[in-house]
C-alpha cells in the first residue's frame, strides 16, 4: 500500500533517547546549598533510591552514576583544600547494585575507572549487576590516571598524567597510551562477558556433570600493559553483553567510542558541531571494522530548569552567587525551560545524536524538572516513549541481544 | 552464665557440599536465589550471611572441573543489593587480600557499610598462587611465606584509611556554606614492606567505622592474626573436641593483643540434615553423602590424594594398590582442600586403606566416609539441644550452617530448629539493634579504637 500524503508532510520523528547523569547534590557545586537539597542524606541508600526511582518515573533509559578513586577536587590533577564544596563519594557500582532491585525498567551505568580497577573484578561486578537488575546493567569506562590517584595504589609501572606533563611533547603518547589501555580493557570485559556461552550449565545428573566445560572458554588476551586467563567466575549475564559507555572531548577518545563502546557521551557547542564528532566517530567505526556496530552518540548538557526562563537565570545566578564564580563546564549549559530545552535537543539530534545525556544542574530539583516538564514536552512532539517498551537497557537501547563470539554458528 | 547464640546462613558453595542434582535445587546465579536465602535466614533472625569467594575456575587434569557448581556472582554487588531485599541482616563478603589493593577494597567495604546501614563484614583471605593470578595485570606475585604478612599488613592499612574519617568531618551547613569541617579530611600516609600510598580516602566514616572483620585461617600464624585483629574466626572445628581445644587456644591468645574473650567469636562452618525423627535424619543424611558424593566425584576425590589421573579406575571396587604420586606439581589447580591431602599423602592414603579393610568398604563408600560427615543430624530437638550445648560447652559461640540445597535448604531449620533455640532462651527472639556489631553483641568502634593501634597502645603502656 502506497504511503498516504499526510504520511509524507508529517514524517514520524524518531524518537530520541534520555539519560541523566547522577552526581552527589547536583553538577553545580551549591548545589547541595539549595533549599530542596539533602545533603546530609548524600551517603544513604535511599537518596539514590529516590533519585532513580525519580528518573524511572520519568521513562528515562538509564542513569549514570559518577565515581572516582580520589576525593572530589575543583582542580584536574590535584586535591584542593576547599570545604565549601561536597566531598566523599561512595562506590558508584555498588549504589547501583543497591538500587537496582528497588526499581524494574531503568538501566544503571555506573562509571568504573579503568587505570587501576582489574578487568577481571570489574567484568563478574557488572555482569552481577545484570543478574541483579534483570538485564539493565551497563557501565562507563573512565581513564582516571591523575596523578595523586595513583598514589593511592601501588601500581606502579605506569606512568600517570601530571600538570607538568601538560606542556611536555610526550603528553599525547601518554594520552594515547591510557585510551589504548582502555580499549584493552573493555576488550577484556566483553571477552569475560562471553567466556562462558548461554547453556553451559547442563546439570547432567547421569553423567554427573554440572556443566559442559566444552562451553566455557579461557580468554587468553595478552595486551600491551596486561594479560588476562579467564573464564569468568560469573556465567554470562542477562543481556549477554553489558551496554559500554565512554566520554570523549576529543579524537583520542572518539576513537575509543568508536572502537569499544555502545554509546558515547561527547560534548557538542551545537548540532552542527554534533555532527562533525558523529561523523568522526562513524569513521572511527569503519576503520576499526565496527561499522555494522550500533554506535549511540549521546550529546550532553547541564541543564537548570523552571517554569519560566526568568527563574532559570535567577536560580542559576544565586547559584552561582553562593559558589563564588560563575559555573563552568566541559558540556554546554542550558538554563531555561522544558519547552526550550525541547527546541534545542530536537535541534541537536538533527546533527544525528541518537540522544542526550542530562547533567542536573541541582537535584532533586532538575531531575524532577526532566522527569515531569521535560519528558511530557518531549512525550507530545512524538519524541520520547510513553512506556517502557522493553525489560532490559539493550532493549530499550534498540542493541539487540548478542550472539556470544565463542558460539559455534 | 546462659550464652546467647549466633547463628549465621552460608550461601551454598561450589564444591561437593551442594548437591546440584536434587530436584529442589535452584539457581546459584540468579538474584532471586540471593534473595530467597537472604529473607530465609532474616526470617530466623540469623546474625548474618556469609559469601565465600573464588577468583579461578578450579581445574583437574588441566581441564575445568565439572562436577560441582561452577560459577558464582561478584561478592560486593550481590551483597549490596541484598542490602535492598533485607533490613537487619549482616553482609559478609570473602575478598581476597592479594589480588586487591587497600584502597579500593576499603572504598568498596566502606561504601557497603553506608548503603547497607552498618551491615558490612569481610572475611580477609590471602592467596599465594600463580594459577589465580593469572586473571588479574597485577599477577601472582606473593610468595606463599609472605601471604599473613601481606594480610596483615592489607588490613591495618585498610584499616588506617577507615580511621582517616573521624566522623565529625561533615557539616553540610547551608547557611554557612560549609560542607566540611576541616580542609582535609581522610588524609593518609602509610609504608611498609608491601604498601606504600599516601593521598586522600574518599568515603566519610560508615555507620559500623568499619566492616566487622572475620578471618578464617586455620595455622599458628592464622590464629594470631585472627587474634590481633579480627572480630569473628569462621572455623572448620564444629564437633565438641575439637571446637574446645580450638576456641581455648585462640580465646587464650587475645590478652596477648590486649583484647578481651568477648571481642573475637568463634564461629565454625556446619552443615545439618533434618528429620522428623532422628533415625529419619540419619536416613536422609546417608543419602545426601551418597549425592555429594556421585561415582564420578569419588574418582576425583581419589585422584586428588593420589594426585594422578585414573581414567579406568572403577570406584566400586578398592582403593588403588600403589602409593600417591608425591609431586610439588598437583594435578588439582585452585582447590584449598587439596593441601591438606598433599601435606602427607602416602600416610593419608594409608589411613583410607585401613578405613576400607576395616569397614571392608569400596574406594567410594571410603570417600564418602572420611571426606565430611555433616555437622548436625538429627530431629529439630536433637539439633537444638545439641548446637546448644556445644555453645554452652565452649566449643563455639554460634554456628555459620551451610544448606545443601540452593536456596531453600535452609528454611527446614528455621522453621523447626530456631523456634526450639527461642524458646529456651538461648537465641534472639527479635532483632535488637540495627547493625551487624549490634547482632553480634560486639560494642561500637569508636575512631580512636582500632585494632592495630590498640595493641600498640596497649602493649607499650
Known amino acids: 500500500m502506497p504511503p498516504s500524503e499526510t504520511e509524507f508532510m508529517v514524517p514520524t520523528p524518531t524518537p530520541l533517547h534520555l539519560a541523566v547523569a547522577l552526581n552527589g547534590a547536583g553538577w553545580h557545586p551549591a548545589a547541595w546549598r539549595e533549599p530542596a537539597a539533602q545533603p546530609e542524606r548524600l551517603f544513604t541508600a535511599g537518596y539514590w533510591t529516590e533519585l532513580a526511582r525519580q528518573a ?29 564544596r561536597v566531598r566523599g563519594l561512595l562506590d558508584a557500582v555498588l549504589i547501583a547494585a543497591r538500587v537496582a532491585p528497588a526499581t524494574r525498567h531503568i538501566g544503571f551505568v555506573p562509571t568504573a575507572i579503568t587505570y587501576h580497577t582489574e578487568p577481571f ?12 537488575s534483570a538485564g539493565r546493567a551497563g557501565i562507563r569506562v573512565q581513564i582516571g590516571a591523575r596523578a595523586d590517584t595513583a598514589a593511592h595504589f601501588g601500581r606502579r609501572e605506569v606512568e600517570p598524567l601530571r600538570r607538568d606533563v601538560l606542556t611536555d611533547p610526550e603528553l599525547q603518547r601518554l594520552i594515547v597510551d591510557r585510551f589504548d589501555e582502555a580499549a584493552d580493557y573493555v576488550e577484556v570485559l566483553r571477552r569475560l562477558w562471553d567466556s562462558w556461552e548461554d547453556k553451559a550449565e547442563i546439570r547432567d545428573v547421569a553423567t554427573g556433570r554440572f556443566i559442559d566445560r566444552d562451553k566455557l572458554h579461557y580468554i587468553d588476551f595478552e595486551g600491551r600493559w596486561f594479560s588476562v586467563k579467564g573464564p569468568s567466575i560469573t556465567p554470562r549475564p542477562p543481556q549477554g553483553q553489558p551496554v559500554v559507555a565512554a566520554l570523549g572531548h576529543g579524537s583520542v577518545p572518539y576513537q575509543l567510542i568508536a572502537r569499544s563502546a ?45 517554569d519560566t526562563e526568568g ?68 512525550q507530545r512532539r512524538g519524541l520520547f516513549r510513553t512506556a517502557y517498551e522493553a525489560d532490559t537497557l539493550r532493549g530499550l537501547l534498540g542493541l539487540g541481544h548478542p550472539a556470544n563470539r565463542n558460539a559455534a554458528a | 552464665m546462659t550464652k546467647q547464640i549466633h547463628l ?11 548437591v546440584w542434582s536434587d530436584p529442589a535445587a535452584g539457581s546459584h546465579i540468579e538474584f532471586d536465589s540471593f534473595r ?8 530466623g533472625k540469623f546474625d548474618f550471611l556469609f559469601l565465600a569467594e573464588g577468583l579461578r575456575l578450579r581445574e583437574q587434569n588441566g581441564q575445568i572441573y565439572d562436577l560441582d557448581v561452577v560459577g558464582r556472582p561478584d561478592t560486593f554487588t550481590i551483597l549490596a543489593a541484598l542490602a535492598a531485599v533485607t533490613e537487619h541482616l549482616g553482609l559478609t563478603g570473602t575478598i581476597n587480600s592479594t589480588f586487591n589493593e587497600p584502597y579500593e577494597v576499603a572504598r568498596q567495604f566502606a561504601s557497603l557499610d553506608h548503603l547497607s546501614g552498618g551491615r558490612a563484614a569481610w572475611n580477609v583471605v590471602t592467596s599465594w598462587d600463580a594459577f589465580t593470578g593469572e586473571n588479574f595485570r597485577r599477577g601472582g606475585f606473593l610468595a606463599q611465606g609472605d601471604r599473613y604478612e601481606r594480610a596483615r599488613t592489607f588490613l591495618a592499612t585498610a584499616t588506617e584509611l577507615w580511621d582517616s574519617w573521624r566522623g565529625d568531618e561533615i557539616l553540610a551547613d547551608k547557611d554557612t556554606g560549609q560542607f566540611l569541617a576541616t580542609a582535609e579530611p581522610g588524609t593518609f600516609r602509610h609504608k611498609d614492606a608491601f604498601f606504600d600510598i599516601a593521598g586522600q580516602f574518599n568515603v566519610p566514616r560508615s555507620p559500623q567505622g568499619r ?16 587474634a590481633a585483629s579480627a572480630d569473628a574466626i569462621f572455623s572448620r572445628h564444629s564437633t565438641l573436641d575439637a571446637g574446645r581445644a580450638f576456641y581455648a587456644d585462640v580465646k587464650g591468645r587475645l590478652p596477648k593483643f590486649g583484647r578481651t574473650r568477648d571481642e573475637l567469636l568463634i564461629l565454625p562452618a556446619a552443615t545439618f540434615v533434618l528429620g522428623d525423627t532422628d533415625a529419619e535424619a540419619a536416613e536422609i543424611a546417608h543419602e545426601v553423602r551418597r549425592a555429594q558424593v556421585s561415582p564420578q566425584t569419588a574418582l576425583r576425590f581419589i585422584e586428588q590424594l593420589w594426585n594422578t589421573e585414573l581414567s579406568d579406575f572403577d570406584v566400586d571396587g578398592p582403593l588403588p594398590d600403589f602409593d600417591p604420586v608425591v609431586s610439588d606439581n598437583l594435578i588439582s589447580k585452585g582447590r584449598a582442600s587439596v593441601r591438606q591431602f ?30 565430611g560427615r555433616q555437622s548436625f543430624i538429627g530431629a529439630p530437638e536433637t539439633i537444638a539441644t545439641t548446637i546448644n550445648e556445644l555453645v554452652q560447652a565452649d566449643a563455639a559461640d554460634g554456628y555459620i550452617l551451610v544448606p545443601h540445597i540452593t536456596p531453600d535448604g535452609l528454611a527446614p531449620f528455621v522453621d523447626k530448629v530456631v523456634p526450639l533455640l527461642q524458646e529456651r532462651g538461648v537465641f534472639r527472639a527479635d532483632y535488637t539493634g540495627s547493625t551487624l556489631r549490634d547482632n553480634l553483641g560486639l560494642d561500637p568502634i569508636t575512631p580512636l579504637r582500632r585494632p592495630g593501634e590498640t595493641v600498640t597502645a596497649r602493649a607499650a603502656s
Not at chain 2, 549465621?8 to 551442594?18: D, L, S
Not at chain 2, 530467597?36 to 526470617?43: D, L, P, V, W
Open chain 1, 56 to 84: 524511572e518515573g520519568g521513562l528515562l533509559d538509564f542513569l549514570t552514576i559518577e565515581n572516582a578513586l580520589n576525593l572530589q577536587s575543583d582542580d584536574h590533577f590535584e586535591a584542593d583544600s576547599r570545604t565549601d
Open chain 1, 121 to 132: 573484578h570489574l567484568s563478574k561486578a557488572i555482569a552481577t549487576l545484570d543478574y541483579v
Open chain 1, 262 to 306: 555502545d554509546v558515547g557521551f561527547v560534548t557538542p557547542r551545537d548540532a552542527a558541531h554534533a555532527a562533525e564528532i558523529v561523523a568522526e566517530i562513524r569513521a572511527g567505526q569503519a576503520s576499526a571494522g565496527r561499522e555494522g556496530k550500533t554506535v549511540h552518540v549521546f550529546g550532553e548538557l547541564v541543564v537548570f530548569l523552571d
Open chain 1, 311 to 378: 527563574a532559570a537565570v535567577a536560580r542559576k545566578q544565586r547559584l552561582d552567587e553562593r559558589a563564588g564564580t560563575e559555573y563552568r563546564s566541559d558540556a554546554q549549559i542550558y538554563v531555561g525551560t522544558a519547552a526550550g530545552l525541547a527546541d534545542l535537543l530536537q535541534d541537536w539530534q538533527a546533527g544525528s545524536l541518537a540522544g542526550f545525556r542530562l547533567r542536573p544542574g541541582a537535584l532533586p530539583h532538575d531531575l524532577t524538572q526532566i522527569t515531569e516538564k521535560l519528558v511530557p514536552e518531549l
Open chain 2, 8 to 18: 549465621a546462613a552460608h550461601f551454598p558453595g561450589v564444591n561437593n557440599t551442594t
Open chain 2, 36 to 43: 530467597r536465602f537472604a529473607q530465609t535466614a532474616e526470617r
Open chain 2, 211 to 226: 566492616p566487622v572483620i572475620f578471618q578464617a585461617g586455620d595455622s599458628d600464624e592464622g590464629r594470631d592474626f585472627a
Open chain 2, 342 to 371: 598433599a601435606k602427607d599423602p602416602v600416610a593419608l592414603a594409608g589411613e583410607w586403606r585401613a578405613r576400607a579393610d576395616a569397614g571392608n568398604l569400596s574406594a567410594r563408600e571410603v570417600v564418602i566416609e572420611v571426606t
